[in-house]
């Protein structure tokens, strides 16, 4: 498979490790203050919410908060076998748990203000695993415009709630066509090469195919439903309307994610996403109390499910890494 041309080789994770220069040496001194500032920042957010999470859930029964919580950590693995096989697709395949562990322990750098934090620690312990960081910049990059346009398809179900509580949104919708023809391999191969240049990064080395495009905007589809699941498993338990509550629910997560993703001052998006949820939720028949009580809960119920696909695909990586060695 031809690979993305950089300057910064992929190191084969076989080849025996030389030792270490000072300047490697710091390098892992700061990816690891990196790790640990933006864990500080999730922490710290989950410990702001904390109670009002609990006075939340004290509604909810347990059975519909385990599942919500696992359709969330559902949700991120699927999205993380998206951005993988997008990865995969520049160079010499990964695979999952080494992919897992970059994608989501850099991702929780979206936690702290600037969303760029993610990308950049993302690149880093691509390195450190022996690939270009060009590669993984290039991977996000697309990603990211597919799962954003995904986004857009599906918040499509929450159309009549949005458009209700604020009809300035049609330009929301107005961008789905220009996006999904945006997809077209050709387009998106000469539009990311294009980003790429004006970064001063080196360009696809081959065009993008039909076969991986498809295959991150399905996860990315996926992953949306898979959060629609999530909220509905919560608002449902106040009697929020069966099917239809569930349709608007995936697209009320497709808009507070799509709306959250533009908002990239904000750490997660933080308020810009409850602010989508609520207007959607009351929409469904719930109070404007309930549907911000929800809100929180599910910002909440991220930062968890975050920390701990994080923490398990490092702990996996870990061993996996201890098994090699030892074969």
């Known amino acids: 498979m031809t690979t993305v041309r950089t ?45 009002e999470f609990w006075h939340t859930l004290s509604d909810v029964a347990w059975q519909s908060s385990v599942l ?21 697709d520049l160079g010499e395949p ?36 022996g690939l270009a960081r060009a590669r993984i910049f290039t991977g996000s990059l697309i990603q990211l415009g597919v799962g954003v346009v995904s986004a857009l398809v599906v918040s499509l179900l929450a159309a009549p709630a949005v458009f209700s509580h604020s009809p300035r949104a049609m330009w929301l919708f107005a961008a789905i066509p220009v996006g999904l ?34 295959k991150v905007f399905g996860a990315s589809t996926l992953a949306w439903a898979l959060q629609g699941v999530h909220l509905w498993l ?20 497709a808009v507070a994610m799509t709306v959250g993703t533009f908002a990239f001052i904000l750490p997660s998006g933080v308020g810009v996403r409850e602010v989508a949820q609520v207007a959607v939720l ?16 599910s910002r909440v119920m991220f930062t968890v499910a975050d920390l701990l696909t994080a923490g398990f695909a490092a702990g996996a990586a870990r061993v996996a890494s201890r098994l090699a060695t030892a074969a």
């Open 282 to 297: 009351t929409a469904s028949g719930l109070t404007v109390g309930q549907a911000a009580a929800f809100a929180v809960a």
């Open 94 to 129: 990964i695979g999952y748990a080494r992919g897992a562990q970059i994608c989501l322990v850099g991702s929780l750098g979206k936690y702290v203000p600037g969303s760029v934090w993610a990308y950049l620690l993302q690149m880093e312990l691509g390195r450190k695993a």
């Open 181 to 214: 023809a945006l997809l077209h391999p050709r387009i998106l191969t000469w539009g990311t090469s294009l980003v790429l240049r004006i970064l001063r990064r080196p360009p696809l080395a081959h065009p993008l195919g039909w076969a991986v495009v498809g």
């Open 7 to 51: 300057s910064e080789e992929d190191v084969p994770a076989s080849k025996p490790k030389p030792a270490k220069s000072t300047k490697a040496k710091i390098l892992d001194v700061v990816r690891w203050v990196a790790i640990l500032l933006v864990v500080g920042f999730a922490a710290k957010q989950l410990a702001a919410n904390w109670g």
């Open 234 to 253: 919560l608002a449902n338990s106040v009697g929020a309307p069966g099917f239809s509550g569930f349709v608007l629910c995936v697209g009320a997560m």
């Open 68 to 88: 919500s919580l696992l359709a969330l950590v559902a949700s991120i693995m699927v999205s993380t076998w998206g951005w993988q096989t997008m990865v995969d």
